[in-house]
C-alpha cells in the first residue's frame, strides 16, 4: 500500500483547528483494492480535517461520476456520486474500528490512512441495483432489451392465466390457506 501513502495524514504537526484535504479519485485507486467493477472514475474527496485536544473529526465529501454496467443491458454508463461520511477519531490504549462512525487509535499514534474510508463511501455511494437511464425512460435501444421484452409476459397471457378454470378440488384447498 506504499501508493496510497498520499492518503496518509500526519496529524501530529498540525495545530488545532480546521484543515481541508481534497483528493482526485481515478480508477488507479480502486486498482489498488482489487476491485473492478467500475469502467472509469472522476471523484473528488473533499475532506475537512478538525483537530481536537482530545479528538479528531473527518467530514469527507464524495461527488463525481463513475463508469459502471447496467445490471440489466450490461451497457457502460456514468453513475453520479453524491455522499457524505463523519468519521471521529478518539485515543485508547488498543486499536478499534468496531464501531462504522469511531475509530479508536492507540496513544503513540501520530499519522492516520484516510484511503480505505475514501474506498468505502466511494463504492457505498453506488446504488444496489445498477440501471442505465436509457432503460428506465425507454430511450435505450439494445439487442438485450429487446430480447427481454420479447421473452417476457403481456398483460393479455397474464390476465388469461388467471381466467383459465381449475380443478374445484384445488379450490377448496386454496380455500383454506385463506379462512385463518
Known sequence: MKALKGY????????????????????????????EDFNEVSVVIDLIFIKKSTLLQLNFKASGSVNVDCDVTNEPYDEVIEDEFELVVKFGEDYNDDNDEILVIPHGEYELNVAHYIYELVVLALPNKRVHPGVEDGTLKSEILDKLNEMSISSDQKETEKNIDTDPRWDSLKKLLTDK
Request: charged share 30%; aromatic share 24%.
Open 8 to 35: 496518509t495524514i500526519q496529524f501530529v504537526g498540525l495545530k488545532e483547528g480546521e484543515h481541508t484535504f481534497k483528493y482526485d479519485i481515478d480508477k488507479s485507486f480502486f486498482d489498488h483494492f482489487e476491485y
